[in-house]
Nanobody
Framework: QVQLVESGGGLVQAGGSLRLSCAAS????????MGWYRQAPGKQRELVAT???????NYADSVTGRFTISRDNAKNTVYLQMNSLKPEDTATYYC?????????????????WGQGTQVTVSS
């Protein structure tokens, strides 16, 4: 069974920084893209940033220049460094991985999600 386990959320003042981590655990999987999404109360889940297995990154306009996504393929871990945080960044942040899982054969790639970690930015 494959799991994504997140850590690093919390409460921070506007202008501060936080670093989120997400590690994939289990066996028999191969990860393609990893990323972070967020969902604020009453709003739809939205893309924050993604990184492919060869390091290509993509960011939402709202976080470009403030957030940095990175990845350690050897540890199956993705990070999100968040700087210059704003109150509007307050949300539950979800780790996402597009991966194949081996169950006697390789299943088609699918989305896997972490449980979410709360980020609250006070003004």
């Amino acid at each position: 069974q494959v799991q994504l386990v997140e850590s690093g959320g919390g409460l921070v003042q506007a202008g501060g920084s936080l670093r989120l981590s997400c590690a994939a655990s289990g066996s028999g999987f191969s990860i393609n893209t990893m990323g972070w999404y967020r969902q604020a109360p009453g709003k739809q889940r939205e893309l924050v940033a993604t990184v492919t297995s060869d390091g290509n990154t993509n960011y939402a306009d709202s976080v470009t220049g403030r957030f940095t996504i990175s990845r350690d393929n050897a540890k199956n871990t993705v990070y999100l460094q968040m700087n210059s945080l704003k109150p509007e960044d307050t949300a539950t942040y979800y780790c996402n991985a597009v991966m194949k899982v081996y169950i006697g054969y390789w299943k088609s790639p699918a989305d896997y999600w972490g449980q979410g970690t709360q980020v609250t930015v006070s003004s």
